[in-house]
């Protein structure tokens, strides 16, 4: 199953994907329509998102991002409110650009222009990169700053990138004295408590995340994740199903219900939703080890092998895809590399549950 610690949670339907952009365009002409299309979204402070579009993003050098447009009531030069109104929606969309496998995100701002016909709209970008697990905005310093939350959120995850789940819990309690409803804090103590083998906090944590934010995808995405690790198919697949209700373009959720399928014998169910993940999400390496999986148990042992060849040029630590492949090469009667591949997935720590 995909351990998502960080879909996209306020996405809405599928369009073209928009031009290449470059950092920061000041004007685009734009057609002022009687009924701006955009669809209405709410935040967990409460505040109506004007959401015109989610989807990737093609620079022209081919790099890949995430991309977020939305309409504000404020002005594009009033930056104070501005920044406030996107520090808050980052602080939800960074995990949605994460969870996907994307280093770079986008959020576009447009000021509408009122009245009719063609004139200028109003644009401000806003693009953060990802290194070393930590985003930071490459326009605005001041954008994604963390707060003291985020900062006990930090540590935390950097104690349990290297294991340390016990010290990481701390810090995580910290951040929730800090702030409360802390959708970073409980996301991430959630899959410290599964890591140490504390089911039923782990899944506290997500139901308590959701009581903050209903329509959270990626908590449902990681709530599946925990359910299946312990066999709870039916709940595993109650939560995707929610999660794809709410977005049905969230290829996390896609591929957490093939693994679910995988693991039930419905491989054909499994091979159709990973496609559908690695179509939406051509970065995410999960999905193509669990399309290979999918493709061991229905003998078509060379695709399996593609796609764990393309999980690991990907994610070459995914020790997950080094055992599957090794499984895939028994299957073929090559002991060898079956061999090699096992012995790497158990230096990576992989162990099959």
């Avoid at 576009?108 to 016909?117: A, D, H, I, L």
Wanted: aromatic share 8%; net charge neutral.
């Amino acid at each position: 199953m995909l351990s998502a610690g960080l879909s996209v949670s306020i996405a809405n339907d599928a369009q073209a994907v928009p031009r290449p952009i470059v950092p920061e365009p000041s004007f685009k002409m734009h057609v002022a329509p009687r009924h701006p299309k955009y669809t209405v979204k709410t935040l967990p402070s409460g505040k109506k998102l004007k959401l015109h579009f989610v989807g990737p993003l093609v620079f022209a050098d081919g790099d890949q991002a995430l991309l977020l447009s939305y309409e504000s009531d404020f002005k594009v030069t009033d930056l104070a409110k501005l920044k406030n109104e996107v520090d808050e929606i980052w602080s939800y969309f960074r995990q949605d650009a994460g969870i996907q496998g994307f280093k770079h995100a986008v959020i576009t701002v447009r000021e509408e222009p009122s009245g009719q016909g063609v004139q200028s709209a109003h644009v401000k970008n806003f693009l953060f990169e990802q290194k070393d697990s930590k985003w930071t905005c490459l326009t605005d310093p001041d954008v994604g700053a963390p707060q003291p939350d985020d900062q006990e959120c930090e540590k935390g995850n950097d104690l349990s990138h290297v294991g340390n789940h016990k010290e990481a819990i701390e810090h995580f309690d910290k951040a929730l004295v800090l702030n409360p409803k802390s959708i970073n804090a409980l996301l991430n103590r959630s899959i410290a408590y599964e890591s140490l083998g504390e089911h039923k906090k782990a899944l506290a944590d997500l139901t308590s995340l959701l009581s903050i934010s209903p329509n959270y995808v990626i908590a449902y995405v990681n709530r599946a994740w925990v359910h299946g690790r312990h066999k709870e198919f039916a709940e595993a697949l109650e939560d995707c199903n929610k999660a794809i209700l709410i977005d049905p373009k969230c290829a996390a959720a896609l591929n957490n219900r093939a693994s679910v399928y995988n693991d039930l014998g419905q491989y054909d169910k499994a091979l159709d939703d990973s496609t559908r993940a690695i179509d939406l999400a051509p970065h995410l390496a999960a999905a193509y080890d669990t399309r290979g999986v999918a493709r061991r148990h229905l003998k078509q042992f060379q695709l399996a092998i593609d796609d764990f060849n393309k999980a690991l040029t990907m994610n070459p630590k995914l020790g997950e895809a080094y055992y599957n492949r090794a499984q895939t090469y028994k299957a073929m009667g090559d002991t060898s590399n079956a061999t090699s591949d096992e012995a790497k997935a158990k230096e990576l720590g992989f162990k099959k549950e």
